[in-house]
T-cell receptor, first 117, second 111 residues
């Protein structure tokens, strides 16, 4: 079946602009996660949705970052007033997550490479 | 807090050599432990996992055992192939939904 998809695959923007990154999870997965991966580093957690609500947004670096999942499926990560330091690969993952035990496998999308000039 | 530490790379091996990539963690309670792999030009994919102490995860000839007494989850493979060249990430999930990753270890296998 289809995996997690993310669009766009690449996004180049100028400092100060607004960007939206989209994630389509695997059908039937209730949990959705956003991570950010800088070059040479492991992914860092940003936010986690269970259904439509954000269950944990402790990884969002500041109030320029916001994410929504209005119908419990597709999610959009929104970044306002982008800065050069926001340049990274933004990864989305989903899991079936029948319970928040931490044992569920998270399936990752290919990522969106964001470059802020 | 929760954290994961991996051995630094890059690791360069000849084909058919034995592989160990060390991973240790810090966590309260009983986290689940994972190894993810990122092949060149591809996304992260789960390699194996273990959800409780003394469990052994295995896949594609790779193995890792959840050792609570040493807080470790070292990745091993008896005979690596060129196709195993990738970046390997150790991660934990401490019942909170989010994965906490190590910094990654790049493996290069030469023919």
């Amino acid at each position: 079946g289809a995996g997690v998809s993310q669009t766009p695959s690449n996004k180049v923007t100028e400092k100060g602009k607004y960007v939206e990154l989209r994630c389509d999870p695997i059908s039937g997965h209730t949990a959705l996660y956003w991570y950010r991966q800088s070059l040479g580093q492991g992914p860092e957690f940003l936010i986690y949705f269970q259904g439509t609500g954000a269950a944990d947004d402790s990884g969002l670096p500041n109030d320029r970052f916001f994410a929504v999942r209005p119908e419990g499926s597709v999610s959009t990560l929104k970044i306002q007033r982008t800065e050069r330091g926001d340049s990274a690969v933004y990864l989305c993952a989903s899991s079936y997550n029948r319970g928040a035990t931490g044992a569920d496998t998270q399936y990752f999308g290919p990522g969106t490479r964001l470059t802020v000039l | 807090g929760n954290s994961v530490t991996q051995m630094e790379g890059p690791v360069t091996l000849s084909e058919e050599a034995f592989l160990t990539i060390n991973c240790t963690y810090t966590a309260t309670g009983y986290p689940s432990l994972f190894w993810y792999v990122q092949y060149p030009g591809e996304g992260l994919q789960l390699l194996l996992k273990a959800t409780k102490a003394d469990d052994k995860g295995s896949n594609k000839g790779f193995e890792a055992t959840y050792r609570k007494e040493t807080t470790s989850f070292h990745l091993e493979k008896g005979s690596v192939q060129v196709s195993d060249s990738a970046v390997y990430f150790c991660a934990l999930n401490n019942q909170g939904g989010k994965l906490i990753f190590g910094q990654g270890t790049e493996l290069s296998v030469k023919p």
